[in-house]
Every structure is written in C-alpha cells, then in structure tokens.
C-alpha cells in the first residue's frame, strides 16, 4: 500500500481505529493551554483533523473551529461530525487560512508527518503566519533518540459483527531524519479473516532540534505527555507537549 492507502481504503473504520484515544481529554487539555498562555481569542485551526473528533470538541468549547487534511474521505466524515466546521483539502507543511487565527493544533503525533525536516520547518513557518500576535500552536511529538522499535500498543473493538483488533509502534533505525509509524489491523468475521499492514513514512527529530527549528518564531513550552494534568516536561521522557506561542 502506499503510505496514506491504509487511512484511505479504511476510512470507514479510522474511528474505530482509534477508539481507546480520549479526545475530550486531549482537547480539554490544550484549551486550558491556550487559557493559560493564550491571547484569550477563540478561532482555532486542527491540523491533520482527520474525521474530526478534536474540532468537536473546541466547537463544544465556544471555539470557531476549522480542520484540514489531506485526505478527503476524512475530511467527508469530519464535515458529517462538524457541519459548522469548515475544513479544507491541504498539506499541513504548507497551509495557507483567509483569516489568522488564536489556536492551532495538531494531535495525535501527526506533526511527524511532514516528509523530512526541511518539510517540518515549512510547517512551523506556515503556522507562525497563520497566527495572531500571541497565538499558540500546539502538538505532540516524540523524540527520535527515545523510541524503542520493539514497542506496539494493541487494542480490540467490536463492530458489525467483527472483531477487529488494531497494533501500531514507531520504527527507528537510530540515524537519519527518517522514522516510520507500523500499523496492522486484522478484521475476523465468522467466515474470514482480513489483515491489512502498513508503514507511514514519517519525519525523526530530536527535542534539541525541534527546539531550535521553532526558537525564530515562537516562546516554547513543554510538558510532560499526560492530558490529565499540566506538568513540566522531565527532560527525560520522549514524548512531550510543546505549546509554543508566536512572538
């Protein structure tokens, strides 16, 4: 398959996909993130939105809220959820809004999907224009020194009559700008099984680089990654919540 194949061809499942994620509590996080850091503003931008979940969220909030993507089955579903929302067909390295904007953000490590560090930094810039003095952008990231390739989280769901059970793990090789993201989804029925694999190309940096990539643009922030609580990043951890604020 090729790299956005999977996300494609199962769109119709991508929320069961990711059904054990706590959307509620990652948007709640981030908004008190931007309470605390922001300049008080409400129009709010997700980046890789997927089918949306986030944007309902920040609308529930009192956000004018807006999503992109790149791909439109997606985007569809988001529109479905959200049809207050607008969203949009793009490619988060290079954005563009009508109107800036408080709050973007972007979950679920999706900032790594930017194809190479040139890419990523193209993002950054997109965002810092797209902002408002004092807005915020905010994302999950894990550095590429920390990831263990023999690690997967695994979870079931039910649906239909099927047993689906979903695995993904990151893959380093321990050098280059390049990791990747492994998915299998096996679908079992009572009369066939179906196994679908994946490897999303993704973008590898490490926090010192990714700090310095965004210190021409923004006042950074980073936190631990729990969304049940706001607390400083340990310096140790290779998972973090960067909160960056245009300056």
């Not at 004018?64 to 949009?88: H, V, Y």
């Amino acid at each position: 398959m090729s790299a956005n194949a999977l996300y494609t061809d199962l769109s119709d499942y991508y929320d069961l996909m990711c059904a054990d994620i706590d959307y509620q509590a990652q948007s709640s996080s981030i908004h008190r993130l931007h309470q605390i850091f922001g300049n008080k503003g409400n129009t709010h931008l997700d980046l890789a939105c997927g089918t949306g979940p986030h944007v309902r969220h920040f609308i529930n909030y009192g956000y004018q809220s807006s999503g992109l993507d790149i791909n439109q089955p997606m985007l569809d579903r988001a529109t479905i959820r959200c049809p207050e929302a607008q969203f949009s067909l793009q490619n988060m390295s290079e954005f563009v809004v009508t109107e800036q904007l408080d709050l973007i953000t972007c979950f679920l490590y999706s900032i790594h999907y930017c194809d190479g560090i040139d890419k990523l930094k193209e993002c950054i810039v997109s965002a810092h224009k797209a902002l408002k003095d004092g807005g915020i952008f905010c994302f999950n990231v894990v550095d590429k020194n920390k990831i263990d390739s023999d690690s997967f989280v695994e979870h079931t769901a039910e649906n239909e009559n099927s047993l689906f059970t979903f695995r993904s793990g990151w893959s380093y090789s321990g050098s280059g700008e390049k990791q990747s993201l492994k998915l299998s989804i096996t679908k079992v029925t009572a009369d066939d099984t179906l196994v679908w694999h994946d490897e999303h190309p993704m973008v590898a940096l490490g926090f010192a680089e990714l700090k310095e990539a965004l210190k021409p643009y923004f006042e950074i922030h980073v936190f631990a990654h729990d969304y049940e609580k706001i607390t400083a990043w340990d310096e140790r951890s290779g998972n973090a919540i960067f909160a960056c604020v245009k300056i």
